[in-house]
């Protein structure tokens, strides 16, 4: 008897410990159980409320927080880092308007200057024109037309004068007919003050007014906008100006005076230049000097 009570104590038991088991894997059981896992000792208090969970599809619809400002509804390990936002590549832009660089690139191609050539001034820029200021001016010298023409183009010379005279002058590109100019100082032993500017033989430099070498009669009274008067010619066959009567070229700016001699054309006839002698004086406009078609052959700038 006493071993069946014992028998019957551990069936009983047995049969507990199957319900027990049952019970516990029954669907209701986990309706039970605390929700969130164990928590982990941290030092800060277990009741504060666990985080909320992340609400379906927000990891798809991300949109990058601003660089440096951390998301507060994303984890840690879910922010984005500076260097992994990958910026647009951005359209054309203009060129930068600073730096030398580009500013050198921008210049216009005829406004380039080649590293180390020399830098022109404004007379020496144009190589055609005399006026009556800047290193033609009454205060000029040869050390301005040095610098202005560079001191290899200007040499300090004898130059031919009236009746086969030598004077020392400063001439411009000698080696150079069509170029080449002469100037007369005033103060010879410094090279200073000018005293007289001639442009002769195949010079292609303008003077005053527009004046310049070939003109004839009929053009240099348009320039003068009227007839002016002039000696006949010489033993050497030059005539000479004596008066622009009044005229636009009687005055010009800077206070400098021109004057020009004219050779009769080579067709001309010798009779019609010796009716036409030096001791008289006569207009532009007279009919027999006309015939001879003469020609400016020098110009003289002084002061």
């Known amino acids: 008897m006493y071993g069946c009570v014992i028998y019957r104590c551990l069936m009983g038991a047995a049969v507990l410990c199957v319900l027990a ?7 209701g059981a986990q309706q039970r159980v605390a929700p969130g896992p164990p928590s982990i000792i941290t030092g800060a208090d277990d009741s504060a409320a666990p985080p909320a969970p992340e609400p379906a599809g927000r990891a798809h619809g991300r949109i990058a927080a601003p660089a440096l400002q951390p998301d507060p509804d994303l984890d840690a390990e879910d922010q984005l880092a500076p260097s992994q936002i990958i910026q647009p590549m ?10 030398g660089r580009e500013r050198a690139s921008a210049r216009p191609a005829h406004a380039m200057v080649e590293p180390g050539a020399p830098r ?3 007379h020496a820029a144009d190589l055609r024109a005399v006026a009556c200021s800047g290193v033609f001016g009454r205060d000029s010298s040869h050390a301005k037309l040095a610098m202005a023409f560079q001191s290899r183009n200007v040499v300090y010379t004898q130059v031919d004068a009236a009746s086969g005279a030598k004077v020392m002058a400063s001439v411009l590109f000698a080696k150079d007919p069509k170029r080449r100019l002469e100037m007369w100082w005033a103060n010879p032993a410094s090279r200073s003050e000018t005293h007289l500017i001639v442009i002769n033989g195949a010079s292609i430099w303008t003077a005053p007014g527009d004046l310049r070498l070939g003109l004839t009669l009929a053009q240099v009274e348009q320039l003068n906008r009227k007839p002016f008067k002039l000696l006949g010619f010489n033993k050497d066959g030059v005539a000479t100006l004596t008066d622009w009567n009044s005229g636009e070229l009687a005055v010009l700016p800077g206070g400098c005076k021109v004057g020009i001699s004219l050779r009769p054309a080579a067709t001309a006839s010798a009779t019609a230049v010796k009716a036409l ?3 008289r004086e006569y207009a532009s406009s007279d009919a027999a000097l006309r015939a001879v078609n003469p020609t400016v052959s020098e110009i003289l700038i002084a002061y």
Request: proline share 17%.
């Open 21 to 27: 088991v049952a019970t516990a894997s029954a669907p």
């Open 90 to 99: 951005p359209g054309a832009v203009a060129a930068p308007s600073g730096g």
């Open 120 to 122: 022109k001034s404004s």
């Open 277 to 279: 002698p030096a001791d």
